[in-house]
C-alpha cells in the first residue's frame, strides 16, 4: 500500500540556521501530497501542499517541490526561527482521497 | 470563528469504563474524520464519515464506534477502553469527501489506566 518515510528527528537547529526535513513516499498513481505543522498542545495545521510533479508549495517561508523521479518532497526553510519549533508530517493523498501520514519529525530551534 | 472543537482535551479512565469524546465542527463541513497520534507512528485514521449517517472504518477501528446523526457533531466512543487506546486523538474535518484541506481539533489525551 501507499506510505511515507520521514526523516527521524528530533531535529535541533539554531537560529537562522537552513532547515531540510527528508519525506519520500511510495503510491500507485499521482497522489498530492502535503506538509502538516503542528505547535505544542495545538491540532495540525496545513503548511503547503503540491497537487502534481514539479509543483512547488510554499509557505511562512517554507518550500518543498514535488519530485517524482525520486519520490520526495522534502521540506525547506531558509532561515528558521525559534517560533518554528514544531512537528512537521509530510503526508499523501491516496486514490481514495484518504491521507496517509509520516511519522513526523520534531524540530528544535534553539536561539 | 470557524473551528473543530473536542471534548474533553485531557482525560484520564480505567480500563472498562465507557467514554465518549465529542467532536464539533461549524463550518458546514461534509467530511470528518477521526485519528489516533503515537509516538514514531505518525496519525492513523479511526474512523470517517462522508456525511450525515454515513461512516465507514480507517486503519485501526478495532475497539471504538462512531456515529453521525447531525453534520456538525461525530462523536468517539470507547465502549471498553484499554490499556492500549491510551493516545492522542484528533478530530478533523474537511469540506467535502477528503478532498479538501483538513482542520484539525485541538486533540484530546486519553489515559487508560
Known amino acids: 500500500g501507499d506510505s511515507v518515510t520521514q526523516m527521524e528527528g528530533p531535529v535541533t537547529l539554531s537560529e537562522e540556521a537552513f532547515l531540510t526535513i527528508n519525506c519520500t513516499y511510495t503510491?500507485?498513481?499521482?497522489?498530492?501530497l502535503f506538509w502538516y505543522v503542528q505547535y505544542p498542545g495545538e491540532g495540525l495545521q496545513l503548511l503547503l501542499k503540491?497537487?502534481?510533479a514539479d509543483d512547488k508549495g510554499s509557505n511562512k517561508g517554507f518550500e518543498a517541490t514535488y519530485r517524482k523521479e525520486t519520490t520526495s518532497f522534502h521540506l525547506e526553510k531558509g532561515s528558521v526561527q525559534v517560533s518554528d519549533s514544531a512537528v512537521y508530517f509530510c503526508?499523501?493523498?491516496?486514490?481514495?482521497?484518504?491521507?496517509?501520514w509520516g511519522a513526523g519529525t520534531k524540530l528544535i530551534i534553539k536561539p | 470563528e470557524a473551528q473543530v472543537t473536542q471534548n474533553p482535551r485531557y482525560l484520564i479512565t480505567v480500563t472498562g469504563k465507557k467514554l465518549t469524546v465529542t467532536c464539533s465542527q461549524n463550518?458546514?463541513?461534509?467530511?470528518m474524520s477521526w485519528y489516533r497520534q503515537d509516538p514514531g507512528l505518525g496519525l492513523r485514521q479511526i474512523y470517517y464519515?462522508?456525511?450525515?449517517?454515513?461512516?465507514d472504518k480507517g486503519d485501526v477501528p478495532e475497539g471504538y464506534k462512531v456515529s453521525r446523526k447531525e453534520k456538525r457533531n461525530f462523536p468517539l466512543i470507547l465502549e471498553s477502553p484499554s490499556p492500549n487506546q491510551t493516545s492522542l486523538y484528533f478530530c478533523a474535518s474537511s469540506m467535502r469527501t477528503g478532498r479538501d484541506e483538513q482542520f484539525f481539533g485541538p486533540g484530546t489525551r486519553l489515559t487508560v489506566l
Open positions: 503510491a500507485t498513481g499521482y497522489p498530492s
Open positions: 463550518m458546514n463541513h461534509e467530511y
Open positions: 464519515s462522508m456525511n450525515v449517517e454515513v461512516t
Open positions: 503540491a497537487t502534481k
Open positions: 503526508a499523501l493523498r491516496d486514490s481514495n482521497y484518504q491521507l496517509i
